[in-house]
């Protein structure tokens, strides 16, 4: 794990200290570690957290975009937990370290979004 102290008493996460923290669905299951964020300046949001699965040491792993709103912090176990079963992580869309998609594009963000069951926040 990360040098990440998630603590229930603060409501926001410096990004630097997000990054690297485990993933786990609500079962317990894991799920990866967050790799990195998607930022929307326009909107002033973080629109998604990217997060690392399987693989070993970088080989085979691939990266899932989750709404951002899908995840929230078990701060005692210094974990983020996602609310969705292994079946749908792993048809969830997915791309590779080196072919990230159009991030300027709001048809991949609302396709991720959709499959999530989120709405799109953006008008």
Excluded: C, N, Q
């Amino acid at each position: 794990m990360s040098d990440t102290k998630l603590v229930t008493r603060a409501g926001f996460y410096r990004a630097s200290k997000v990054i690297g923290v485990k993933v786990e669905t609500s079962r317990g299951e894991p799920v990866g570690k967050i790799e990195d964020l998607v930022l929307d300046p326009g909107e002033g949001r973080v629109a998604a957290a990217i997060i690392a699965t399987g693989g070993f040491l970088g080989v085979g792993e691939r990266l899932i975009a989750i709404p951002i709103l899908a995840l929230s912090v078990d701060a005692e176990r210094g974990k983020f937990i996602l609310d969705v079963d292994k079946e749908m992580l792993d048809h969830a869309p997915s791309f590779k370290k080196d072919e990230w998609p159009d991030l300027i594009d709001r048809v991949w963000t609302a396709e991720v979004y959709t499959y999530y069951g989120y709405p799109r926040y953006w008008p």
